[in-house]
Nanobody, 126 residues
Framework: QVQLVESGGGLVQAGGSLRLSCAAS????????MGWFRQAPGKEREFVAAIKPTFVRSSGNAYYADSVKGRFTVSRDNAKNTVYLQMNSLKPEDTAVYYC???????????????WGQGTQVTVSS
């Protein structure tokens, strides 16, 4: 079993930055692909970023949705069982509940991930 808890959400102005954290339980964290998804009001949950398993403090191999490339950075610290999402140059359209997810293989679809956190709200004002 893997338990995921997101934190770091909040209210920021457009152009600002925010860093989300996802703390995972268990000793198998390093073997999972960790993904970030978001869901805006009235929209489907969508892929944001993912990072492949690593065993040292490293950003690893990261992948991003086109909408966030160049602005968001995903990284992981296996020693702390934590994955991060650094969000810069935030836009109002980034407003959503952000979810951390874990799965056995890389993917950009919801079904690629087995475990999910409860989400953290990110609101970007104009």
């Amino acid at each position: 079993q893997v338990q995921l808890v997101e934190s770091g959400g909040g209210l920021v102005q457009a152009g600002g930055s925010l860093r989300l954290s996802c703390a995972a339980s268990g000793r198998t964290f390093s073997s999972y692909v960790m993904g970030w998804f978001r869901q805006a009001p009235g929209k489907e949950r969508e892929f944001v970023a993912a990072i492949k398993p690593t065993f040292v403090r490293s950003s690893g191999n990261a992948y991003y949705a086109d909408s966030v490339k160049g602005r968001f950075t995903v990284s992981r610290d296996n020693a702390k069982n934590t994955v991060y999402l650094q969000m810069n140059s935030l836009k109002p359209e980034d407003t959503a509940v952000y979810y951390c997810a874990a799965g056995p293989d890389y993917g950009t679809e919801l079904h690629n991930y087995r475990y999910w956190g409860q989400g953290t709200q990110v609101t970007v004002s104009s």
